[in-house]
T-cell receptor, first 115, second 114 residues
Framework: NAGVMQNPRHLVRRRGQEARLRCSPM?????VYWYRQLPEEGLKFMVY????????ESGMPKERFSAEFPKEGPSILRIQQVVRGDSAAYFC?????????????FGPGTRLTVL | KQEVTQIPAALSVPEGENLVLNCSFT??????LQWFRQDPGKGLTSLLL?????REQTSGRLNASLDKSSGRSTLYIAASQPGDSATYLC?????????????FGGGTRVLVKP
């Protein structure tokens, strides 16, 4: 059973370009979470999605950031018109059920560098 | 608003010494608390998950305790080895928070010197 997969592992973009980060949850998991780790900082929650629904996006910046988890395919975190401050590691996690007792399993992360 | 704090931010010990890592949280209404290890430039490896009803969890040289009433968790690593050098993160999952999100501490960066 493969773990949470993220791609690409490293992404370089110039200011103003778009970044698309993909996350495939563990098999059988229908809950996906995105977290961001800025340099020298801890991880901060961004968004929680279930299939075709955004449940909690309280940690998402109001502009330029969006996330989706379609019925088929991976979850996508999209950053439009990237700026240098978007440079960070973006981690995806998945869980099997919605209960708070359930463990989240993390992917290896995508490291975004904005030039 | 839940706040999770880890002190110290960095710790250096000689090989063989026991490690004690602290995590405190302001809101005791948690489902569970999880400890992770993160190596430089890498992802998160889950070490231990303690449910709110539990007092401690053990795995090999690792032991984590949870005291909800005082808002504290401690990770003990016995007989430290250079391979234990990494950043250790704790994260709490709150009952009141919508979305099952984890609130992370800032981490403790550990260096075990041979």
């Amino acid at each position: 059973n493969a773990g949470v997969m993220q791609n690409p592992r490293h992404l370089v973009r110039r200011r103003g370009q778009e970044a698309r980060l993909r996350c495939s949850p563990m098999k059988g998991h229908s809950h996906v979470y995105w977290y961001r780790q800025l340099p020298e900082e801890g991880l901060k929650f961004m968004v929680y999605l279930q299939k075709e629904n955004i449940i909690d996006e309280s940690g998402m910046p109001k502009e330029r950031f969006s996330a989706e988890f379609p019925k088929e395919g991976p979850s996508i975190l999209r950053i439009q018109q990237v700026v240098r401050g978007d440079s960070a590691a973006y981690f995806c996690a998945s869980s099997a059920m919605t209960g708070g007792e359930n463990e989240q399993f993390f992917g290896p992360g995508t490291r975004l560098t904005v030039l | 608003k839940q706040e999770v704090t880890q002190i110290p931010a960095a710790l250096s010990v000689p090989e063989g010494e026991n490690l004690v890592l602290n995590c405190s949280f302001t809101d005791s209404a948690i489902y569970n608390l999880q400890w992770f290890r993160q190596d430089p430039g890498k992802g998160l490896t889950s070490l231990l998950l303690i449910q709110s009803s539990q007092r401690e969890q053990t795995s090999g040289r690792l032991n984590a305790s949870l005291d909800k009433s005082s808002g504290r968790s401690t990770l003990y690593i016995a007989a430290s080895q250079p391979g234990d050098s990494a950043t250790y993160l704790c994260a709490a999952r709150m009952i009141k928070a919508a979305g099952n999100k984890l609130t992370f501490g800032g981490g403790t960066r550990v260096l075990v010197k041979p």
